[in-house]
């Protein structure tokens, strides 16, 4: 009775969310011949649209298509981050209200932070379709879900999980978890045991944490939960295996960035479906790598057409036994993360040292490195260095929110390294 209550306000509330919803299951019903038919139709439509009413695009496109020659996929170019960066007002759609539009920041978990157009109408879109990953565990709408977040900006006011009134409404309770101590997650586990979500949703990391605290204090967890829900960061087979005897329950991996969402999530067997009717993926050989090029078909606030999201991965053949109609893919290692951890025992997680170069448009690669408990080394690619006043407001803001001792060091390089699997790590913990 109260979960269709709260299910009940929660969609009078946010009707655009539940319309987008109700739009993705249809799609989801489709058979597989019928969606990929709507993808190619939807693919056409967006490529045509940022051609007709973005001046990047009208620049790139145009020559193409007034060739008047068919144009296969592979022949568009790819959008890198530094076209992004470099080109964002060029990116916004003619058509847009600029009284509505926002700008929202990538923490730049492959080592280049990125700033992007967003809108109310997106929004609703990303959170329709989060409610349809979740509904793959057999969560309903007005059952409780539990967020460990590492991202500061998504549990502030006008977030991504909104007001406490609204996580009410939702049945959904944010916890604030870029930083935390051990008997912090002692109290997050017995929150849980409390609160009794359906599912909890978070960080890799994060939940791996919680996970082993759970099981080392040998804490019961409530019968209610029936999945987990890992994002943001890769997730290993060891934090899986970590989360699955703590929870008693299915984890479910999902992929997606903050600039386009919604890309992949797993089914209830295991294997990761691309949800087709909100992107096109492609995997294609650059240095040695199976980069991943993503497709919006659903943004046309500001078209990102083959973008490289700075992960790799492939499509897989064969369909799935769960029954959804979405083709399978697989990642590879790809945004790998460290936690930072003070002398005091206190852990912060990644995801605050992304939210200090917000605005840093100069950056173009940025890497964070523990050499000790007291001394941060942040290395960077820039076209210009940093000034005085913001290296010592980053100082100053570590300080303050890491731990009173440690010391910023600043170095501009030509090149930042990568790892001997070709990844850029951004934030580097101590061994």
Known sequence: MIERLRHALHRRRYPLRYAHLRQLLTNQALDHASLLAKQQQDLAGIVAYAAAHTPYYADTLDPLLDAGQPIAIGDLPILKKDDVIRRLDDLLAGTADRSQVKLGHTGGSTGKPLTFWYDDAKHELMRGGMMRSYMLSGWRPGQKILNFWGARQDVAPGGVFGTRLDDLIAAEHTIAAYEYTEDTLVEWARFIQVYRPVLLQGYASVLADVARVVIDQRLPMPKTLIGVYSTAEVLDDSQRRLMQQAFGCKV????????????????????????????????????????????????????????????????????????????????????????IRTRSGKTVHPSYFNRLLYGQTQIRQYQWVQHDYDRIVLNLVAAQPLGSETRAALEADIRRNVDAQMVLEVNVLDDIPRTLSGKHRFVIGMP
């Open 252 to 339: 479910f991996n999902q992929y997606g960035s903050r600039e386009i969402p919604n890309i992949a999530c797993e089914c209830r067997l295991g294997n990761m479906h691309v949800f087709t009717d909100m992107v096109y993926l492609e995997s294609v050989k650059i240095d040695d790598e199976n980069r991943l090029l993503v497709t919006s078909l659903t943004n046309r606030l500001m078209p990102m057409i083959r973008y490289d999201i700075g992960d790799s991965g492939r499509p897989l053949g064969g369909a799935c036994d769960c029954g959804l109609p979405f083709p399978l893919m697989e990642m590879d290692l790809c945004r790998q993360n460290d936690l």
